[in-house]
């Protein structure tokens, strides 16, 4: 195991009617004047937005609203969102919807006390500093409102790439299971993919000795195995939602991937099939994983045997490791698709034409040297074949 | 699942050689005048207390020392300690040592800034504010690392009492596998033993539908099983150290007991052994907890069944799960003696004829109406039965 240092100082407030203490903590934790950024027509519609901001009136603390964050957010509206915190005095940015929202407003919160172009932090500067952060989150997936992590999409160029610090983590975060039954089974679905691809990308390591965090990541997994079908049969089931929103919150604050290397190479190599098609992430996800596994597997055969064995309850071939291995692959592909996600490229969305500016995209943008690397290193010609996997 | 806040602020240091940025970490938490706190002998010796005040002194941060902790942390020192930190106007405690010693320190840091007796919180009182702590941890059993929690023992009756507040979770803590290289194998098997009752005791719960943290602390005890025989075999072995250390921490922050009502009924009826004994905790738990699940077991037997599948690996018995229930018991009861600690009374030190004493203490000591509450309610009769089934 490696040295390593966990802090994940979010305060998670989790159940039934909790987004009615949103104010209670904006102020407990400092905030006198408050963005609140969220998407659009749902967190409106359902009401939710006049419940919060009914919660941030009655602790007397003011705030502005900036609606409009979208799936895969974009470097426009934070410009918008950094110019208004700044005009209006915001100390507080307060998320109300799932991923993307929460990603967009992290970007803001960064952006707004920073002299430079934001877009610096999306290009590797580390953020150190930020206005507070606090969610309250809409639908189970991206681990965002725990984590120190944010995903933006420049619309020069459609570069969709990530950026990182602990200035960013979340103060405090909402999870009410019950606000994620009403999402159509679609995004239900993309949210439980991409909870378990964040499992995946910290299992897929080259550390040895990790017996710890594989375990925990192994049980986050078998949650989602067994919670899964029964959410997208019952989307009104309460429990499930909310066994599926804490394993998403604890598969991203990093407490299962502290220690040892991780892959990401799945989320590297999706990030552009998002940022061109604009399919959702975990869509997205569900297509490029078991091409990437597949592709990779001779790299560390027992690795995958043991998932296969210890989540997807597969029979050890002791004589041929790799039965065991593949087997596994395909017994997550299948549970993929038995829970409504794309198989390839056209139910997807993507087309076969546009590998050429994928690969190149992927592997030269942005200053990358025609290579990515994660769990094992891919060059061009390895990221057009797994493309072509998935067609 | 039950709604729930979790908060898990401590930042966790962790790896070879790390007590070396003790310092920076008072610093960087806003320390100025320190207390160290530790124990005796093993941490003056081996150097790790002079190795903690050069990484102080290259800070420039200023100490004064107690030493003096011991297993079972007593209520003389706390007052001695508060006294000391009063006198000296210190704003940070850090202990060196383990469990007890971080106890110790916790009730320091809480005493130093209340108006009354700091037992008022063994006896019930929320504790909202004390000094900032940090941790460097020489023994991976406790949790108190990473928990809002302390337990001390009152000299007057001998009454062993916890008390609990996020004020005393330590700011850091400091995690060095190899600290723990040096334990005599007996308190190391200890320590195993405290890290898999804290997650029965988070395991055995009346709370339906809890997938998601029943998963978590099952991998926490599959860790504990595969890691405990490796590190008694070698006790140098510092991967089988780290991962054991990592899972005693995640077992006892609570990010697998939110949401579920908990147990504790070994570590009550525990606790009264090691007050009259000294025993170490962990040997009073390994005698205790296979005699309280047994008495327990038909509460819930498909609870006792499911932990003996999911980790001990047992063949359900379909038509009889009290079968695979027991059997589950058996193999932790096993597994405890093959790590080396005792399975009854005399091994233990304990006497039979103290009984009456014991349950008296347990029932009716510090206020207690005659029977504990947890996973069951046991009157003064079931505790009587349960400790006989020690003998």
Same mark, same amino acid.
Request: proline share 4%; charged share 20%; net charge negative.
């Given at each position: 195991?490696?040295?390593? #240092?966990?802090?994940?100082?979010?305060?998670?407030?989790?159940?039934?009617?909790?987004?009615?203490?949103?104010?209670?903590?904006?102020?407990?934790?400092?905030?006198?004047?408050?963005?609140?950024?969220?998407?659009?027509?749902?967190? #409106?519609?359902?009401?939710?937005?006049?419940?919060?901001?009914?919660?941030?009136?009655?602790?007397?603390? /003011?705030?502005?609203?900036?609606?409009?964050?979208?799936?895969?957010?974009?470097?426009?509206?934070?410009?918008?969102?950094?110019?208004? %915190?700044?005009?209006?005095?915001?100390?507080? #940015?307060?998320?109300?919807?799932?991923?993307?929202?929460?990603?967009?407003?992290? *970007?803001?919160?960064?952006?707004?006390?920073?002299?430079?172009?934001?877009?610096?932090?999306?290009?590797?500067?580390?953020?150190?500093?930020?206005?507070?952060? +606090?969610?309250?989150?809409?639908?189970?997936?991206?681990?965002?409102?725990?984590?120190?992590?944010?995903?933006?999409?420049?619309?020069?160029?459609?570069?969709?790439?990530?950026? /990182?610090?602990?200035?960013?983590?979340?103060?405090?975060?909402?999870?009410?299971?019950?606000?994620?039954?009403?999402?159509?089974?679609?995004?239900?679905?993309? +949210?439980?993919?991409?909870?378990?691809?964040?499992?995946?990308?910290?299992?897929?390591?080259?550390?040895?000795?990790?017996?710890?965090?594989?375990?925990?990541?192994?049980?986050?997994?078998?949650?989602? #195995?067994?919670?899964?079908?029964?959410?997208?049969?019952?989307?009104?089931?309460?429990?499930?939602?909310?066994?599926?929103?804490?394993?998403?919150?604890?598969?991203?604050?990093?407490?299962?991937?502290?220690?040892?290397?991780?892959?990401?190479?799945?989320?590297?190599?999706?990030?552009?099939?998002?940022?061109?098609?604009?399919?959702?992430? +975990?869509?997205?996800?569900?297509?490029?994983?078991? *091409?990437?596994?597949?592709?990779?597997?001779?790299?560390?055969?027992?690795?995958?045997?043991?998932?296969?064995?210890?989540?997807?309850?597969?029979?050890?071939?002791?004589?041929?490791?790799?039965?065991?291995?593949?087997?596994?692959?395909?017994?997550?592909?299948?549970?993929?698709?038995?829970?409504?996600?794309?198989?390839?490229?056209?139910?997807?969305?993507?087309?076969?034409?546009?590998?050429?500016?994928?690969?190149?995209?992927? %592997?030269?943008?942005?200053?990358?040297?025609?290579?990515? /690397?994660?769990?094992?290193?891919?060059?061009?010609?390895?990221?057009?074949?797994?493309?072509?996997?998935?067609?």
């Amino acid at each position: 195991m490696n040295n390593f #240092v966990f802090y994940s100082p979010t305060c998670f407030v989790f159940g039934k009617d909790t987004e009615s203490s949103a104010g209670a903590y904006v102020k407990k934790f400092g905030g006198t004047k408050v963005l609140i950024h969220y998407g659009g027509g749902s967190v #409106v519609r359902s009401g939710l937005l006049d419940r919060v901001k009914a919660s941030l009136d009655s602790e007397g603390i /003011s705030y502005i609203e900036l609606g409009g964050a979208k799936p895969n957010p974009r470097s426009g509206l934070v410009y918008e969102g950094i110019d208004l %915190c700044r005009k209006e005095g915001v100390d507080f #940015v307060l998320a109300v919807g799932g991923g993307s929202t929460i990603d967009s407003a992290k *970007a803001i919160a960064a952006g707004t006390v920073y002299d430079g172009d934001f877009w610096d932090f999306y290009q590797g500067k580390r953020i150190e500093k930020a206005l507070s952060i +606090g969610t309250v989150l809409t639908i189970a997936a991206a681990g965002s409102e725990g984590s120190p992590d944010s995903v933006i999409t420049k619309e020069e160029g459609m570069f969709k790439r990530g950026a /990182s610090g602990d200035a960013i983590r979340p103060k405090f975060s909402i999870l009410n299971p019950a606000l994620t039954q009403t999402l159509p089974p679609y995004q239900t679905a993309a +949210g439980i993919t991409d909870i378990m691809a964040h499992l995946y990308e910290r299992y897929l390591t080259n550390t040895e000795e990790v017996e710890v965090t594989d375990r925990l990541i192994e049980a986050l997994l078998l949650t989602m #195995v067994h919670e899964g079908p029964r959410v997208i049969e019952d989307p009104n089931n309460y429990d499930a939602r909310a066994n599926i929103m804490w394993a998403g919150s604890m598969a991203h604050n990093n407490m299962c991937g502290v220690g040892r290397s991780q892959d990401w190479n799945s989320h590297t190599i999706e990030h552009e099939l998002s940022a061109l098609y604009d399919c959702a992430h +975990g869509a997205g996800l569900a297509v490029t994983m078991p *091409a990437v596994f597949t592709y990779s597997m001779s790299h560390n055969v027992m690795r995958f045997a043991q998932v296969a064995v210890r989540v997807w309850g597969c029979q050890m071939d002791y004589a041929h490791p790799e039965v065991t291995a593949k087997a596994g692959i395909e017994a997550f592909r299948n549970f993929l698709i038995s829970i409504g996600m794309p198989k390839n490229f056209e139910e997807l969305g993507a087309k076969e034409e546009d590998i050429p500016k994928l690969v190149e995209v992927l %592997c030269r943008g942005d200053g990358r040297d025609g290579s990515i /690397s994660g769990f094992v290193t891919l060059n061009e010609d390895d990221c057009t074949k797994i493309y072509k996997m998935m067609v």
